[in-house]
């Protein structure tokens, strides 16, 4: 197995759902360890969470850049190798700033930043600091994901020619963001969310993934956004027509006011010779279209699922893997990138199948694009490369 | 059960499909009777259907301009009381303008005309004639639809926010027109189809579905049509944003190029209270989603169906109804109104649950909308109400 | 299309559900015409029925007795072809021994009859008679259960190991039967419906799916029948351990009293090289596994479908064929027969795909096996084939 | 959070599946540590799979009688408070007897031994002992899994009637156990399996199960066993009929020769007022019937599921938790029996819920009777209770 790798953490205190996720995730194969943390925003509540999670209180911290700072200091063999940043959206940029100053690898919870400003000045910080970045789009570690992506590549379907992905939400359909709800009330706000709440947090898993299956970039885009709930500053819905590189179509669709539905992220992929349809919340099936012959379900952990899907595959076939394994996939693929990088010396973060820098400005490109499109007189808005 | 109505159909010769459909359904339950018929545009194919149907031979006829003259000479006891229209799209408008002025009600298959200008002559024509006329938009003739629709009615999912809905079929994602194949030769001829093959052909029942249920009118359109198949001459694929004249934003999305899909008509409504969602491939099925407690199943035949769906029930819970049956409660309900210009001399053709001309008019004017806002530069289009 | 084959029914009177069911059935494709009728118990009744069904007065009769005798005596171009049954089950054979005598081919809901004897003795009578019988199982009509035999037939999944076949309902969970519910009180009644309640009602149903799909026959068995409803004198639920001529194994389940459930027959096979799964309440769908790859999902209408399924498909694939079509197929299966007989002269009921009275006795002693069975204290119990 | 339990574990070495799984589930949540093992019956491999695992050479060993032995003379700072038993069938016994005896508490994994005779011993040991031993019958870990059970002891359902569960795997279709596959080869060889291979490794998950969620006891049962696969020893499939001790009857069968299905086990519930359907392999998803309404959908995460199943729940609706997170929770159960322990000092196992030593001899009670039933020329064999 190799060392294990120790982290810090920033934010992800005790009311938090993604510090916990980056937790299990980080650790579940055995391959990490949480060694640091400053885990919220004022110093008791930070050491109250330092406590349950077994950490000694002198390596937790009431601030990050305390955390950065004396961190920084430790031996080789006591300092984190990385930093997972689980804040609200507007610390991930500051955050990854002084941890990059720091000398520390990075994992940060998406979207990248608050503005596309922020997310192309990190990406510029992290080429001179030569540390990896990587950006939890976890719903690509998923062992059917990655079995859609290898048969888009290798042809399966065709050239593709309509994508359709959507991600339904209910969650917000009433204002919780006055009852107290933490994740509802930084979300919606402004000031910590950036410019989007819907199209922020849930529309740029959409274009991730779609852009992850298919190969393809999205090219232009019209948008509609919403704001359902009086009182909300920010989109809680939102639908945008999608152009692909290639001529392709399509349909990117986000909803916090979907009453009834959990966390429906779904992609439909038409191609010249066939289809794919996969659902978040039955994740281990993945349905195959073809011109001429019945539809094909795929299965996580079948022998007929390809190498890239047993790549990421705990178990049998039928022994559901669920959103914690297909986080933790996402840290298993980084922990490769920081074995090689502490082996040979040499990033090549492209070689290694997590999200990264890059894929976070694209992310900010979309929303970025999004966000003005929506306001746009224009029918069409072009996203940089 | 009272009189069987007696009909005369245009169209429907051998190899077409929904002459055969139409057949079925209006006689399903017993209350009609095809009399006579102008099945196919050669003399010799008709006369051949007509006998394969075991009618006579002086009922069939080689024209519809004969059957017309000749039918409406004969007396009270023999002539149809209807005709049913199922030719290509181009033949609607003239056959029915010849039906009405021979002073028949009828039956037209959608979409209602080739352009928006003969279907607003057309619908001025029904109004001086007064005849009843009824468009065979049949997927409103399925149970769970008539229970959504009065559950939007009665308030049930709230105020209504978002609409999706969604036609994916795969069949023409090669170029069948070339290979003699009839249904696709006439839907991708802009002679025979009118202005689109996808958005006309299956679009227009996304439409009518989604305002049926609703019952919101759709106020503004932002539409992207495409053609995959190279040489053909109309869009075989098309996505368009939508905006209600309540607010509620939607998505409408129809393709023939689904590889895969085969008649995957479904949408997804949801309010501030609720959400349901109804697809035509398991049509007997009905989710109904709610703030605070469990999504709920509604099925076809059950207690707590309500009476709308009760009423276009034939069988127990569990067995299933299909498209037949629902087109077959489409002419169920023209048959009522039919009755009730019999009985009473009265045409009250909205007090009776069937697409009817107003419906046929608004499906052109999506369309005709649709297809403008494809290559217009401004963002977003008005339809007429 | 040919001529249209006349027919009387006895029972089927207004409130009965399966009657009905059969007029559409047996009507649908237009090669069959009501004649005449014995609808009802009562003279009134029966004529009410009539006159809704749009028979003229002198067609319509107090008893079945008179109805035969009557119908008999008049010209070959008035006289019904066959007689359809649909009574409860004490009639069965009082009523087709009558028709058989009067020379009428006979089409008899399920099952066969009340007892064995009186099965065997309707068999030999059949023969004698030379006349063709039709009982409506009318499940093996579905265009995928006829797909999932020729699957079977052409070793597709090899070897049959194991079967489970399911037929669950939860319309009799309460006492129905004491609140003048007319199926319910006729089905509890061992009067009327024979020696069992559940496993005469649907699980024979069962037995004749599962030897239809797999060409095998029941050699022995092991039965469990229970009455959870207190004073209702027959079985409500029932389990039946089964073992086939081949040596596979198999469960059979029938309950009246599953709450929830509307009408889940269903079937699994599984064999040397392959699996079928198939759910009577989403028809159109057959699932087929395979050792070495993906589980395919075939779907009625659609091109790789074989020939089997195609001659019972009336609509292109996402068109859902329901509980009538499926009916509607044993009757043209029927239909094809009488052809052949009018034609030929001659009677070769096996070439036909219908159920027939070598199929009525087989379901008698599986009905008969199985209450003996309940009660034995020994564990297994011989069919005889 | 408290401490961390420290466990040692025997087998579970390199090729395992289940070792892994236990590895993981037991850390999940950062409430124990893995600190020495005899992970394989040959030293080298057990020295490998320890280096694997991060544990220095010291705390590795060849034998679990050196592991124990060593082990217990260490401080109560470093020993082991339980064992993880992860080893075929036969080793059950023997590791659980030196565990208890060295005076670690147990985690062991199921069947709980090869023979009901040694798991009556070891009750017995074990009540001698006082410690505590959990048999990961992990299945019934799953949130809504412990819905459905407080939904029938708070009486959603009613009086329980009927009980279908299933375990229908398809992998030993094949003679996998002459091909090398250790999983295959064990549990296919009665002296490592014990007298059964099907009904030994998931019949008994179904039984348990049953008997969790109903609250009620099999009473009585008819087994038919079959082993299809010619050469194997042991059964690769079988049906039982069970009546319970309220009278409910009921269905169970399990399979390893179902061609295509992959841990499909499954349970249906059915009461005098509702009805309850859950499977494993989509198990975020309840569906709960009722006499008079909907069928409702409950869902893991969601606001209206219970109190029992929220506290198994890491992640909002919509997250799937597969099967390591349901694993997880059995082990977490069980921290909460040590922590009580510890506390206390008291044994109330009952308390806690996990599967204790009493499911444990329950299911070995329920195997032996099904091995026996089988051969047994009378219908209907008593468990004892």
Redesign the interface.
């Known amino acids: 197995?190799g060392r294990?790798w120790r982290f810090g953490m920033v934010g992800g205190g005790k009311d938090a759902?993604i510090g916990?996720?980056h937790?299990?995730a980080a650790?579940?194969?055995?391959q990490a360890e949480l060694v640091c943390g400053a885990f919220s925003s004022t110093k008791q509540r930070s050491f109250e969470s330092g406590a349950?999670?077994?950490l000694t209180g002198e390596r937790v911290y009431g601030t990050y850049r305390e955390m950065m700072r004396k961190e920084a200091a430790l031996s080789d063999e006591l300092k984190p190798d990385f930093i997972a940043i689980v804040t609200p959206n507007n610390m991930h940029y500051p955050v990854s700033m002084a941890a990059l100053e720091a000398g520390f690898h990075i994992v940060c919870d998406k979207p990248l930043s608050r503005s596309l400003d922020e997310a192309v000045n990190l990406e510029k910080k992290i080429r001179q600091c030569k540390r990896l970045f990587c950006l939890t789009h976890n719903y690509t570690g998923y062992p059917m994901v990655k079995q859609a992506r290898a048969m888009v590549a290798d042809g399966t379907?065709g050239r593709i020619?309509?994508v359709?992905v959507?991600y339904?939400?209910?969650?917000l359909?009433?204002r919780l963001e006055t009852k107290g709800q933490k994740q509802a009330t930084w979300r919606t706000d402004p000031k910590r969310a950036g410019g989007s709440c819907c199209m922020g947090d849930i529309g740029t898993h959409c274009a991730n993934l779609a852009e992850y299956i298919t190969g393809l970039h999205i090219d232009e885009l019209?948008a509609?956004l919403?704001t359902?709930v009086k009182g909300r500053p920010l989109d809680d819905?939102g639908?945008v027509?999608l152009?692909f590189n290639n001529g392709a179509?399509?349909?990117l669709?986000a909803?916090q006011?979907?009453?009834?539905?959990?966390?429906?992220l779904n992609i439909?992929i038409?191609?010249?010779?066939?289809?794919l349809e996969w659902r978040?919340?039955?994740?281990?099936t993945l349905?195959?279209?073809?011109?001429?012959?019945?539809?094909?379900?795929?299965?996580t952990?079948?022998?007929?699922a390809g190498p890239e899907a047993a790549a990421v595959t705990?178990?049998?076939?039928?022994?559901?893997?669920?959103?914690?394994?297909a986080f933790a996939n996402i840290y298993r693929s980084f922990f490769q990138a920081l074995e090689a990088v502490a082996g040979e010396g040499k990033l090549k973060e492209n070689d290694y199948d997590y999200p990264n820098i890059h894929d976070g400005v694209r992310g900010m490109r979309f929303l970025e694009a999004v966000v003005r499109a929506n306001s746009?007189?224009?029918?069409w808005l072009k996203i940089d490369a």
Not at 314 to 325: I, K, T, V, W
């Open positions: 197995m294990k759902f916990q996720v937790r299990i650790q579940m194969d055995g349950e999670l077994g379907i020619r309509r359709v959507e339904p939400q209910g969650w359909a009433q019209c509609d919403a359902f819905d639908s027509l152009r179509r399509g349909v669709w909803s006011i979907a009453v009834g539905k959990e966390n429906g439909r038409f191609g010249e010779k066939g289809g978040q919340e039955e994740p281990n349905l195959v279209h073809h011109l001429d012959r019945a539809t094909e379900i795929f299965r952990g079948t022998g007929f705990r178990l049998p076939a039928g022994h559901p893997e669920g959103y914690l394994e746009a007189p224009e029918k």
